[in-house]
């Protein structure tokens, strides 16, 4: 709960920096409770929901207005050398499919982790448990399941497009 506090708390702190304020934005994220590498460009809109954690590798350069669900104890992963596009959603929850009464079931938690090297183009929203190193995801897309190493993804819901040379 302390967690969920600071992270509301804080949040607003982190729009107020100019955009090339990375290292001052870095210092607000940890107190966060988020974990991240010196070299993670991190810009205004960041935005961490819930208890669990996020962690960012090395060299990872985030959008303006991404968003981080990590509800529960949940884990959310960015590998190195990653570009995320603006507007990107990461979520570690659904629900089953419940009766009529109540459709939205039984909630599914789950972690989320995207592999080194990858590029999300803007406003892609990742449901799925892995991204493999390496992939594209066109803007736009709905990962709606795990993607392999290497390949290029496109489309509502996501459908492989391309195998990429390694």
């Known amino acids: 709960m302390f967690l969920t506090l600071r992270r ?9 920096l100019p955009s090339s304020c990375f ?5 607000i994220l940890r107190l966060m409770g988020v974990t ?3 070299t993670a460009r991190i ?7 819930g208890s669990g954690s996020l962690y960012i590798e090395d060299n ?3 959008g303006r207005n991404c968003h981080f669900y990590t ?4 884990n959310i992963t960015i590998g190195k050398s990653c570009e ?3 507007e990107c959603a990461f979520n570690c929850q659904s629900h089953k499919i419940g009766k009529a009464a109540d459709r939205a079931g039984d909630c599914i938690i789950h972690d989320l982790s995207v592999g080194s090297g990858c590029w ?13 190193s390496g992939c594209v995801i066109g803007a736009g897309a709905l990962v709606l399941h795990d993607v392999k190493d290497n390949v290029l993804c496109a489309g509502v819901p996501a459908q492989e497009k391309k195998v990429l040379p390694e």
């Open 8 to 16: 509301f708390l804080l949040t607003p702190l982190i729009d107020l």
């Open 43 to 49: 810009n205004a809109g960041f935005r961490v929901y």
């Open 60 to 62: 990872v350069w985030i």
């Open 36 to 38: 991240l590498a010196h």
């Open 120 to 132: 999300l183009g803007m406003r892609v929203s990742v449901l799925c448990n892995t991204i493999g």
């Open 84 to 86: 995320i596009g603006p």
């Open 23 to 27: 290292a001052y934005r870095r210092v």
């Open 71 to 74: 509800i529960g104890n949940s």
